[in-house]
């Protein structure tokens, strides 16, 4: 399987925002359910967002509100958008094609926000 390239990642203050964009492989990138994952440094990764194909989604309690999931299946990609960041929201973020099958894992963007 070919790994998704994740991008977007950086530093930035509390309370800014970023923008993650990853872009998938695949023909049938328009039915794929797609989700957005993080690890922050000594924790296990875990869930943020996924969307489906006809662009219906579920977010983590901890960012409702505060992200939004998206994507273009012109240009085989999901964007996470992220505002009113909160420095626990620093992590490795990754985004993993969840169906109809799953797929890899791709290299992650840092995100770091600052107190």
């Known amino acids: 399987q070919v790994q998704p390239v994740e991008s977007g990642g950086g530093l930035v203050q509390a309370g800014g925002s970023l923008r993650l964009s990853c872009v998938a492989s695949?023909?049938?990138?328009?039915?794929?359910?797609m989700g957005w994952f993080r690890q922050a440094p000594a924790k296990q990764r875990e869930f943020v967002a996924h969307?489906?194909?006809?662009?219906?989604?579920i977010y983590a309690a901890s960012v409702r509100g505060r992200f939004t999931i998206s994507r273009d299946n012109a240009k085989n990609t999901v964007y996470l958008q992220m505002n009113s960041l909160k420095p626990e929201d620093t992590a490795v973020y990754y985004c993993r094609q969840l169906g109809p099958s799953l797929g890899s894992w791709g290299q992650g963007t840092q995100v770091t926000v600052s107190s």
């Open positions: 695949g023909s049938a990138f328009s039915v794929n359910v």
């Open positions: 969307i489906g194909s006809g662009g219906g989604s």
